[in-house]
């Protein structure tokens, strides 16, 4: 079992930067591709960015290039993302996932991921 806990979400104002993190419990965590997902009321869930196990592969979506980067430290079983420029249409539930299969690809499925964390909310003002 891994539990994932998201902090550092909130509420800034429109080209603000924003940090979250992603604290995983386990010794495993260095073994695990890492995503974020994003998710709005009545929308599926998208996928934001991911890294994997060895922090060497990162993959981004279109609408978060140049904007948003994804990092690890798996000595203190974290996953960050930092988020600048933000945009309102960034604003949304943002949840981090596990996925334990040590792939050499980034998932971009939420399917393919094992383990969620409870999400954390940001919230962008024009």
């Known amino acids: 079992q891994v539990h994932l806990v998201e902090s550092g979400g909130g509420l800034v104002q429109a080209g603000d930067s924003l940090r979250l993190a992603c604290a995983a419990s386990?010794?495993?965590?260095?073994?695990?591709?890492m995503g974020w997902f994003r998710q709005v009321p009545h929308k599926r869930r998208e996928f934001v960015t991911g890294?994997?196990?060895?922090?060497?592969?990162?993959a981004y979506a279109d609408s978060v290039k140049g904007r948003f980067t994804i990092s690890r430290d798996n000595a203190k079983n974290t996953v960050y993302l930092q988020m600048n420029s933000l945009k309102p249409e960034d604003t949304a539930v943002y949840s981090c996932a596990a996925d334990t299969h040590t792939g050499v690809v980034v998932p971009t499925n939420p399917d393919e991921y094992d383990y969620w964390g409870q999400g954390a909310q940001v919230t962008v003002s024009s």
């Open positions: 386990g010794r495993s965590f260095r073994y695990y591709n």
């Open positions: 890294i994997t196990w060895s922090g060497g592969i990162s």
